[in-house]
């Protein structure tokens, strides 16, 4: 086994955002683009021979907007996960949708800015400091594949998520370093994803510790391994509907990998505060100092009827002064500006330094559960994958009780709005918690892809994008449809919105390759209610 030196360097003096200096939300600044303080000077890139691994932590940080203060990283957050995919799965709402007609919440890309924002902040910035690493690691004299596998299995964490917003984008001719270039389908770009994870994971098999500025996994080649092999059998279950071979083929190569899998949470892959750095949660920014979101509607009806410890775990009173709320007021989907209505709604629980998570092992073991409900071949059963799912998200959060839920027949219960009671609604499904193996294939699939629903708050992406595969869970319907891109208003289970439109700004720089996979891969529209390549599954 290969041995190097792991170096890590503190960074000290930088200003943390805290919630007693309420500030206001920068959207107008999303497509901001900061110097990350994480990199490591000339210096010390000289006097340690980092300059090979120098953009690594740029590229760390990609995946979920992370950064160690200001509040452009949040702003990112912001708008691509918390008004859009976060709002449209139910697990948030704003508190206030108080951006008029370009309410993301309802549907809205009526701001060109955040749709422009939208796609470079989930395609050209991840491929941008990749390319660095790429250079740096891989096309001089002195090669370090071992690098260059962290920055692949980190590049498809950040990129597949920009893919699976827009489908088709700029990627096998972005070597040169431009971006107007032809796009590839999303078919072609996962089909590469699967070999590149591959590669990735056999680079790494002969290596201990990795001498890199890595804070995820501190240089451990064994869990870089694991992930690699976790967001393999990830991607392969999103396409198992539109290529039943290519997912049977990778999410069985991911399950009987030696490396293993990521199946304990001490290998769940996350940025936090670790190896010196203390990286600011921007769902904290935006929950807490913002105060601009609040519980979404359909995770609670679910958290409340399967009486789910997690419910305050994900969740807390709201709390000002002598005024204190409960965990019982949740906020419609899709409605219009209110005011203060809903001021003292369930705010999100999220502390200041919590980790900002990739990926877990409970994600993996609901990924294995589906993979063996598919008679795919994978060590298990559908039911130990399940349940083990469920033990595992309660694990993360250190809670007892895993072992009653599991037994729960309860039921999700009816949205009752207190402050605006026709926004009121039935229970948006009838699904249980307890697994029955004489229940058939699609009513195994709902209990999946509830409980992971659950356990993948707050990763609105994951969920956004399981719930078009796959329409579950089933969701409260929403309340109002303001899209300006022909969004077909969802029943909670279809429809809804399925694709990001090209913005305005990408159509002008890039027209003939923007347009040419318009035409190629989504049927000549740039509407929003046109299907993703994996999106095939009868709903």
Request: proline share 5%; glycine share 8%.
């Amino acid at each position: 086994m290969k041995q190097t030196t792991i170096y890590s360097y503190a960074v000290t003096g930088l200003l943390a955002v805290g919630a007693s200096g309420a500030l206001a939300s920068c959207t107008r600044d999303f497509q901001e683009v900061n110097t990350n303080p994480l990199r490591p000077n000339d210096e010390v890139m000289k006097r340690d021979n980092l300059g090979v691994s120098a953009n690594i932590p740029d590229l760390l940080f990609q995946p979920l907007y992370t950064a160690l203060g200001g509040t452009g990283a949040a702003n990112n957050y912001q708008v691509i996960d918390n008004l859009m995919v976060q709002s449209w799965m139910g697990y948030m709402a704003p508190r206030d949708a108080k951006w008029n007609n370009n309410n993301l919440s309802q549907y809205s890309f009526g701001n060109q800015g955040w749709l422009n924002g939208a796609y470079v902040n989930t395609t050209q910035s991840v491929l941008g400091p990749w390319l660095q690493v790429k250079k740096a690691t891989m096309d001089g004299a002195e090669k370090h594949p071992e690098l260059f596998a962290i920055a692949q299995i980190t590049k498809i964490m950040a990129l597949h998520r920009g893919v699976d917003m827009f489908g088709a984008i700029p990627y096998s001719k972005v070597g040169s370093g431009s971006f107007t270039v032809p796009y590839d389908s999303q078919e072609a770009i996962y089909t590469s994803f699967f070999q590149e994870l591959t590669d990735a994971v056999n680079a790494l098999r002969t290596w201990g510790q990795i001498s890199t500025l890595d804070y995820v996994y501190g240089g451990n080649a064994k869990q870089w391994m694991k992930l690699g092999n976790s967001l393999m059998l990830r991607l392969a279950m999103r396409v198992r509907f539109a290529a039943p071979e290519l997912s049977k083929k990778y999410a069985e190569q991911a399950a009987n990998d030696p490396a293993g899998l990521i199946l304990d949470n001490a290998d769940n892959a996350w940025i936090g505060e670790k190896l010196g750095i203390k990286p600011v949660n921007s769902l904290y920014i935006v929950a807490k100092a913002y105060d601009d979101t609040r519980m979404g509607a359909s995770v609670y009806t679910y958290l409340k009827g399967y009486n789910d410890p997690r419910l305050s775990v994900y969740f807390e009173p709201y709390k000002k002064g002598e005024e204190v709320g409960n965990l019982d007021t949740a906020v419609p989907p899709a409605i219009p500006q209110t005011g203060d209505k809903y001021n003292k709604a369930t705010c999100v629980k999220v502390g200041n330094w919590d980790p900002s998570v990739w990926m877990t092992a409970s994600e993996v073991e609901f990924l294995l559960a589906e993979a063996a409900v598919a008679n795919y071949a994978v060590p298990g059963t559908a039911q130990s994958h399940y349940e083990n799912g469920v033990k595992r998200s309660f694990e993360q959060f250190k809670l007892d009780g895993a072992d009653a839920y599991l037994k729960g027949t309860g039921k999700p219960i009816p949205f009752k709005d207190n402050i605006t009671p026709e926004y009121s609604a039935d229970a948006p499904a009838t699904v249980t918690v307890k697994w029955d193996e004489g229940l058939n294939e699609e009513q195994k699939l709902e209990k999946i892809i509830t409980q992971k629903y659950l356990a993948l708050f707050p990763n609105g992406m994951e969920a956004w994008s399981e719930w078009r595969r796959t329409g579950y869970p089933l969701l409260i319907k929403p309340n109002g449809n303001i899209s300006t891109h022909g969004m077909v208003t969802s029943d909670g289970h279809k429809d809804g919105m399925r694709i990001f439109p090209y913005p305005q700004d990408e159509i002008d720089k890039n027209a003939e390759n923007v347009n040419a996979a318009i035409n190629s891969y989504r049927g000549g529209s740039n509407a929003a209610n046109v299907n993703v390549w994996w999106d095939k599954k009868e709903k």
